[in-house]
């Protein structure tokens, strides 16, 4: 018996994940949430999937020792390559942040051309395209890594010529094929946003897995019936942050992204869950 | 008793330490080497002191199950991080790449002031100012963190106009002040050498630790009495390289900086030492 008042579990490589916490936190305003941020073993995108899965393993059972009634796979990477494996795993519901973007792309699509940009990891299992083209066979999908995007962000340059440089070089394929849709497909890229549809153009509608992902997340409490009912009171230990490193630096940027004053942020071992 | 023909243990976050490899081969032919690069946990660099010292000792008992007669860290981050404990827990000799960058930036300066660029960790840690300053304590040491060559210098823009600017905006800090001696204090930064040579200027000196460190390793050898003196033999694993992730994709780079090709790399679970 899931209570409805758990927390629902979050998890990323790092700090990009972080923009899904936010959407859910919008569009949920109920619902506790326990975030993890495996900064110790950050960036997932280069690694292999194996690693990728066995690190997610051990997430996932951190999160269900915090009483979680479902868990977020807020990562790209870990959702191409762990999701299915988890799912089989575990008895609360689990979703990523894939499945939900590549829903919505099919539905923004006029010309049946989708783009997707991530990290290595992502791209190489062609995830999104299976997806797509589950739901629309015709769907053409070009995938496109741009492993710089996300040591730019880090770095602050959400609005600076070298990102405006780079994001040319890495879109310019896609440009030339004429895809009228854009995959978001790596956590950190929404907060670059500004400058992809830039570059990208007005007909290209940009894909934000985010906020698909925060809405397929409603739905799926409504249908099981887990909607949290009752609103959080003072003390209840709302939102909670767990970090397997260096969690100070992690609230400085944390804050940069969520605006509600993260407090605190608590470091973990998480090799041994 | 140590036996002159084990091989010397060589370790990295991931890739870049094999700039250093490659000097200890060049400049040491006779040695074995056995190379471990943790390319699970890659990179270390915006790591915390706990988590990267926690990693380097789990390292160093894998490298001395394979039975090394010295060990390089070959890693700044882990050097400035780590070295003082590890060598205090182990009975071989251990070396870093810091302090012999350090000595011979002292001995290359004469205005005094040395510029040491490096990851955040490495320049939060000071160590390059506390082992010049041992040295010269008159020498001003002036430190600046540069997160975003190592991402640049994977993605292949070894020469490239954004490497070139991303540089300007890091040294610029390093001209005006007016030193005559820049440290490359992280593995990855000699393959950018002539970028920031280039920036940098003829008056300054590029100071590459890499170099260094192999000639202390001869030194120390000689006087421990532990070089080896027999060539090694067809058939005797002269370099093995060992990975925590992605041997392939390690093999890979690994070629574009060794160029004695390396056939292959095995991944082990590190976290198991």
Known sequence: MISK?????????????????????????????????????????????????R????????????????????????SAYALDEI?????????????????????????????????????GSKIYSRYINEIDPLA??????????????????WQDPVTDEIAKRYLTELIDIGIDTLILGCTHYPLIRSTLGRIMGEGVTLVNPAYETARELKELLEREDLLNSEEAKLGDNKYRFFVSDAAEKFKGFANSIIKYGILSAKTIKIEEY
Do not use: W
């Open 5 to 53: 008042s758990a927390p629902i579990g979050v998890f990323d490589s790092g700090v990009g994940g972080l923009t899904v916490a936010r959407e859910i936190m919008r569009q949920l305003p109920n619902e506790k949430v326990v975030y993890f941020g495996d900064t110790a073993r950050v960036p997932y995108g280069n690694k292999s999937k194996e690693t990728v899965t």
């Open 140 to 157: 053409s999908v070009v995938g496109k890594a741009c492993p710089l995007f996300v040591p730019l962000v880090e770095e602050g340059l």
């Open 55 to 78: 690190y997610s393993r051990q997430i996932v059972r951190f999160l269900l020792s915090q009483g979680v009634k479902t868990i977020v796979i807020a990562c790209n990477t870990a």
């Open 87 to 123: 799912e089989k795993e575990v008895d609360i519901p689990v979703i990523g942040v894939v499945k939900p973007g590549a829903a919505v792309a099919v539905q923004a699509t006029s010309n049946g051309k989708i783009g997707v940009i991530a990290t290595e990891g992502t791209i």
